[in-house]
């Protein structure tokens, strides 16, 4: 497959939400795919940041560490080789604002694009979540429950994310889903934002792929396409 333009998968979205929290996919397998996306970690270590060819792990502390280790796995990611279309500067904005200006000029309905903010933040919302061992895995339910935010004021750094038309629901997020990596060592989800000044780089996507789990855990799952609705 030309790798160009293609947004690959490793698992989907339904797995995940249905408590697929531990794959055997890895880092090395990852960054043969992409070098921008975002995704979580096996056990639910941190949320995942692949940014310029770096994977990095933004843990329920806050704090972002480059992930070297090409064993290390994930049951969830998304990624992609990221190279610009087009450029446009901000000011001023708030992600509500933001998704308003890409749902006025890119066809959100129909089109996949990957999107890259760089620059700094008057405040982002950073959320990660603690690590799940126990066995069985708690609901997806718990896990949003228990997320943990950070609130970040004026600082520098990239949103890695992607925006995703509806009919790709059951496979990944619809919409808008953004990471966020820092210049200081911090990150994770950026649930919410306000840009003060960066640059939005914007990729479109024209192909979509998949890699389907093939562990035990995957073929005992329960999938359950309802749990899509609750994040």
């Known amino acids: ?7 690959h998968h490793f698992n989907f979205r339904t797995a995940f939400m249905s408590g697929f929290y531990e794959g ?3 880092m090395s397998e990852l960054i043969q795919k992409g070098d921008f996306g975002l995704g979580t970690f096996n056990n639910l270590k941190g949320e995942m940041i692949v940014l310029d060819g770096k994977v990095y792990c ?6 972002a560490v480059e992930v070297n280790d090409p064993s290390v796995k994930t049951p969830s990611a998304m990624v992609t080789f990221f190279e610009a279309d087009q450029k446009e500067e901000f000011t001023d904005l708030t992600r509500d604002e933001l998704i308003a200006w890409i749902e006025q000029n890119l066809d959100t309905e129909r089109d996949m ?7 700094s933040f008057i405040n982002l919302k950073a959320r990660s979540q603690h690590p799940v061992f126990e066995r069985p895995f708690p609901e997806i339910e718990s896990i949003v429950d228990n997320m943990v935010y950070h609130e970040l004021d004026q600082i520098s750094g990239t949103l890695v994310g992607f925006q995703l038309p509806p009919y790709l629901g059951h496979l990944n997020y619809p919409g808008l889903h953004f990471h966020f990596i820092g210049d200081k060592p911090i990150g994770g989800c950026a649930p919410s934002f306000s840009i003060e000044k960066a640059t939005l780089s914007i990729m479109k996507l024209t192909s979509f792929s998949v890699d389907i789990p093939q562990n035990q855990d995957y073929y005992h799952l329960v999938m359950d396409q309802e749990k899509n609705k609750i994040m």
């Not at 933004?58 to 704090?63: F, H, N, P, Y």
């Open 1 to 7: 497959m030309n790798t160009k333009r293609n947004l």
């Open 24 to 26: 055997e996919f890895t």
């Open 58 to 63: 933004a843990t329920a502390e806050g704090k």
């Open 113 to 119: 694009y990957a999107l890259k903010v760089t620059g």
